[in-house]
């Protein structure tokens, strides 16, 4: 049996308070701020951004 979080394809993880901050700081941020070409973040953008933003911190 599956958990909720695994039904979609993506297994859940434990966000600790330091990659909290980052993530709060990162959406309240303007994008063009990273150097993306948008003024306004989505949820598929703000994913993407973090996303990469962690790729390269590990």
Same mark, same amino acid.
């Given at each position: 049996?599956? /958990? ?5 394809? /993506?297994?859940?993880?434990?966000? *600790? ?12 941020? *303007? ?22 933003d ?5």
């Amino acid at each position: 049996m599956r /958990r909720p979080a695994q039904e979609h394809g /993506r297994v859940a993880q434990d966000v *600790n308070a330091a990659r909290r901050r980052e993530i709060k700081k990162t959406a309240k941020s *303007n994008p063009a701020e990273h150097g993306l070409p948008f003024w306004v973040w989505s949820l598929v953008e703000l994913d993407g951004s973090l996303i990469s933003d962690k790729a390269d911190v590990a």
